[in-house]
């Protein structure tokens, strides 16, 4: 079953807003990935943040990780065209086992002019 | 450039046919990995590799399976036991094979597979 859950399932806004995407997890976990993924293409790694974390940027990122709430958000600031895609995050489970990511479903974003 | 490199591109399945999908990478990465993703669904976990020569189920393993015979290797077979491979295959690699790796994984581009 999938660890993680995207909302929403699809956003759609104007070049130059912000975009942001919400996600949820079920169990504890070591670290959460947040990857991004254009039409027909695999998945590129965006940022990690870890279970002792709170917040961390990266250029026009932002993530947040409340473990308490078991939910992680990314902010995406002046959104351009290019970003159009879809996001995924993805969660390392603090299991002792081998370290696999699960992923949630996703969220389509479009960004348009 | 390092990456990861899957081929074919696209591929096409006949009833009661196996069929190998590729997955090469010049990153020297420890572990491996096979992912499926269906519209809508996200990537499920096919199969993955920490190490040459060994390799585990992950949460749809049935009717695939795999091989790791070189570290820069991981290919993965559909089986005929697979009654809906139709899906975009996606392989991805990681630097350690740690327990609490805090390590991306990067992936190739994908193979997607229909039937004919």
């Known amino acids: 079953s999938q660890q993680g859950e995207e909302d929403p399932q699809a956003l759609s806004i104007q070049e130059g807003e912000n975009a942001t995407m919400n996600c949820s997890y079920k169990t504890s976990i070591n670290n959460l990935q ?3 993924q254009n039409s027909g293409r695999g998945l590129v790694h965006l940022i990690l943040i870890r279970s002792n974390e709170r917040e961390k940027h990266s250029g026009r990122l932002r993530v947040t990780l409340d473990t308490s709430k078991k939910s992680s958000s990314l902010l995406i600031t002046a959104s351009r065209a290019a970003d159009t ?5 993805a969660t ?3 299991t002792g086992t081998a370290s696999k990511l699960t992923f949630g479903t996703g969220t389509r974003l479009q960004v348009t002019l | ?6 081929s074919p591109k696209y591929l096409f399945r006949k009833e009661g046919q196996n ?3 590729s997955c090469e990478q010049n990153l020297n990465h420890d572990a491996m990995y096979w992912y499926r993703q269906d519209p ?3 990537l499920r976990l096919i199969y993955y590799s920490q190490i040459v020569n060994d390799f585990q189920k992950g949460d749809i393993a049935e009717g695939y399976s795999v091989s790791r015979e070189k570290k820069e ?5 559909v089986t005929s036991a697979q009654k809906n491979p139709t899906a975009f295959y996606l392989c991805a690699s990681r630097g350690d094979r740690g327990l609490y790796s805090n390590q991306p994984q990067h992936f190739g581009d994908g193979t997607r597979l229909s039937i004919l």
């Open chain 1, 34 to 36: 947040w990857y991004r």
């Open chain 1, 85 to 89: 895609a879809s996001y995924f995050c």
């Open chain 1, 92 to 94: 390392t489970l603090n």
């Open chain 2, 1 to 6: 450039d390092g990456g990861i490199t899957q």
């Open chain 2, 19 to 21: 069929v190998t999908l």
């Open chain 2, 40 to 42: 809508g669904q996200g």
């Open chain 2, 73 to 77: 290797s991981f290919p993965l077979t």
